[in-house]
């Protein structure tokens, strides 16, 4: 049954992160929104935005959180983050006339098995790497151990965007499949693994919103995964994004409509499923066209800092529209500047990182921006300070937020976000001073701290 977006419209949204931000920090810019309410152990800015949910979050508290979400009259759940979605979340809180942004656990299943999405594609006939998937540790290290060529080592579970290895040699990739199913780095997300081949070119992160049968391809961004200047050192969650890429133009954008997301939904329709929610294409451009490296089931992080500052249109129509079936009646358009997100992280990021030092600077960060620009901060592994001043603020996670700036062209973008990241500080603070390289070429950093995990 199709229903008009409420006004007001209240909202649960689940996630503690810097794209949970970045939405909170757009829905709170809709007039339909009523009472925000977010999880238990938010971050800093997210609890700035909304009221905290009195109720706990987790996948056996769902009849309770049902029945909080009964008494507080909310509306539309906003499921952030991939875990929920991978649990079931989505279909377990829609009851009633109550709506959940996010797809099913089975659609999602895209996201939460890349074994499952390496089958699909193929049955599809969509482009994307070859490879093979691996329960069993010993096929897994025969087959990696005789590669004469690059390849990449994958997860195939949830692993926070960490579960990609990149092997320059066999004798890497052999230990790559240790560390993933023997050793088990990625936990359980390494029980099956994925070994497929090195794809070259530019990376292209492309979110489409999908409400079953329509489908609205949101502006391109470009993520910078590797921790290092140049795309060097390991793979992180994601050290920074830009959007528009100028290499994204409307025909590649339509090839990838046509040759990757129809055919990704029309799969799962085939099996039953039906998909809503946003549907996020990882895509390598290759000299053979565009290929899939990987799918995922929300909006990327940080793509979402990016993106989101640059749209236009009242976010609490667009989600209850993808989530109710009605896409085709929202309207969406995009800011023509550019903007670059600088991913501020914690030393030692991505691996062991300290929490709990005051993060200083933060009233600054604007301070850079001129006439037709803008600066945001959009938090994720923040808290209050508790043993600082009022209002002080803590990290708490190797990402600590994100420093996004809006600008007449992308080369501004770049510098303004970078000069206001390097005015955050913190004890191993460290950024990225090179994003949107593969586009304005490299950059001479400006900033004393080096882009690499202490």
């Known amino acids: 049954m199709s229903l008009p977006t409420p006004e ?15 939405i909170a920090w757009k829905l709170r810019q809709s007039s339909r929104l009523g009472t925000l309410w977010v999880e238990p152990g938010a971050n800093a800015g997210l609890l700035e935005l909304g009221r905290v949910c009195p109720e706990p979050i987790g996948a056996r508290e769902i009849f309770r959180l049902n029945r909080w979400c009964d008494r507080e009259n909310i509306h539309l759940v906003v499921v952030g983050p991939e875990a ?8 377990k809180l829609a009851e009633g006339e109550r709506r959940v942004f996010g797809p099913t656990r089975e659609a999602a299943r895209l996201e939460w098995d890349k074994a499952y999405a390496k089958q699909l594609m193929r049955a599809a006939s969509i482009p994307t790497a070859e490879g093979r998937s691996f329960t ?18 994958k997860a195939a579970g949830l692993a926070a965007g960490k579960g990609v290895v990149i092997c320059e040699t066999a004798d890497e990739a052999v230990e790559a499949v240790r560390n993933a199913m023997e050793r088990k780095v990625f936990g359980d997300a390494g029980s099956t693994v994925v070994i497929e081949e090195k794809l070259e070119g530019p990376e ?13 391809v949101l502006d391109a961004c470009q993520d910078h995964k590797r921790v290092g200047e140049g795309d060097t050192g390991p793979n992180t969650g994601g050290m920074g994004a830009y959007s528009p890429v100028p290499i994204a133009e409307e ?3 339509a090839v990838i409509e046509r040759e990757v997301l129809v055919p990704i939904v029309d799969a799962l329709r085939r099996e ?3 998909y809503r929610g946003v549907l996020y294409a990882g895509l390598m451009l290759t000299p053979g066209g565009p290929k899939v490296l990987e799918f995922n089931c929300r909006f990327g992080d940080p793509e979402t800092q990016a993106l989101l500052p640059r749209l236009r249109g009242d976010l609490v129509d667009i989600l209850w529209r993808t989530a109710s079936g009605t896409l085709d009646e929202a309207e969406i358009d995009f800011d023509p500047r550019a903007a670059v997100a600088t991913v501020v992280c914690a030393g030692g990021y991505p691996g062991h990182v300290k929490a709990g030092d005051r993060i200083e600077g933060l009233g600054e960060v604007g301070s850079a921006a001129g006439a037709g620009e803008d600066v945001f901060i959009f ?16 990290t708490r996670g190797g990402r600590v937020l994100a420093v996004t700036a809006l600008a007449g062209d992308l080369r501004r973008a770049r510098d303004l976000s970078r000069d ?16 949107a390289h593969r586009s304005l070429g490299p950059a001479a950093p400006r900033s004393p701290r080096a882009a690499i995990a202490r």
């Open 84 to 91: 929920p979605l991978a649990e079931g979340w989505a279909e």
């Open 272 to 274: 039953e499923i039906e």
């Open 420 to 435: 206001a990241a390097a005015k955050v500080r913190f004890p191993g603070a460290f950024h990225r001073n090179d994003l």
């Open 136 to 153: 069993a540790i010993d096929a897994a290290i025969a087959y990696a151990s005789v590669r004469d060529e690059p390849c990449v080592v």
């Open 8 to 22: 007001p419209c209240n909202i649960l949204l689940l996630g503690t992160g810097g794209r949970e931000h970045a």
């Open 251 to 253: 025909a590649l954008l």
């Open 379 to 394: 938090q994720a592994g923040t808290a209050p300070d508790a043993s600082g001043p009022s209002g002080s603020i803590a």
């Open 204 to 216: 292209l992160s492309v979110m489409a919103l999908v409400d079953g049968r329509t489908f609205w």
